[in-house]
């Protein structure tokens, strides 16, 4: 605005404060691109990928704005020591495309933080999920706390509620694979006792008889030189 109203007025008292401001300029703008680029490569991971395309060419455009703001000083000191009508028109060019570019990044900026949120909305969000997953991170300490207690409890108790059930459980098994043993009716006892009899006093050798006998002696009129050994059961 001082070069655009210096067209006219063609003082040197102008001329030397829009050189001063240029000079300002480029200390300002210098510190804000180093600036810029620190808060968007910390919030650089927590953009969606349109955010992320809008930064980038936010960076590619504040860097030409730094380069730009040096050429600027370069020609207005150029300007003011030709003293030349084209050299001032050279320089009002440059200094409009220069202005232009920067109400640009200026309004590139404002979108980036306000609308997608660079370094404000994703931190402030994170924050308040940190915050509180911290307090549910001190409850869950909390319940298991309790939780310790309760089972220390329980297994003090246990024991011997554990012995009685594993001895109940230990004698009903045993019952349960003791063998049965099989009674057969007592009615077919003797004849099978008496058949068997039978077959072993005819089917028997000498030898295997009983040793128990009993001598009967013959009877009268019968001449025998021994007794007869019957054997007894």
Known sequence: ????????????????????????????????????????????????????????????????????????????????????????????????????????????GGELVYEYGVNVKPVMALQDRLDDMQFDMEDLKEELVKAKAECEQKSKSAPTSLDENASSSTAIELNESAPQEKMEPSSQAPAESNDSNISSDSSAPAETAPSTYRQVAPPAGMTTPATVQIPTH
């Open 1 to 108: 605005i001082i070069e655009l109203i210096n067209l006219k007025a063609k003082k040197p008292a102008v001329s030397i404060v829009s050189l001063f401001l240029l000079t300002l300029a480029i200390i300002v703008y210098v510190g804000a691109f180093f600036t810029g680029k620190a808060d968007g490569s910390h919030a650089f991971s927590l953009l969606t990928p349109e955010a992320k395309e809008e930064l980038k060419f936010h960076k590619l455009l504040g860097t030409y704005l730094v380069y730009g703001s040096g050429i600027l000083l370069l020609l207005k000191a150029g300007a003011m020591a030709i003293r030349r009508a084209w050299a001032r028109n050279v320089f009002i060019f440059f200094l409009l495309i220069f202005i232009a570019t920067l109400l640009k990044q200026g309004k590139d």
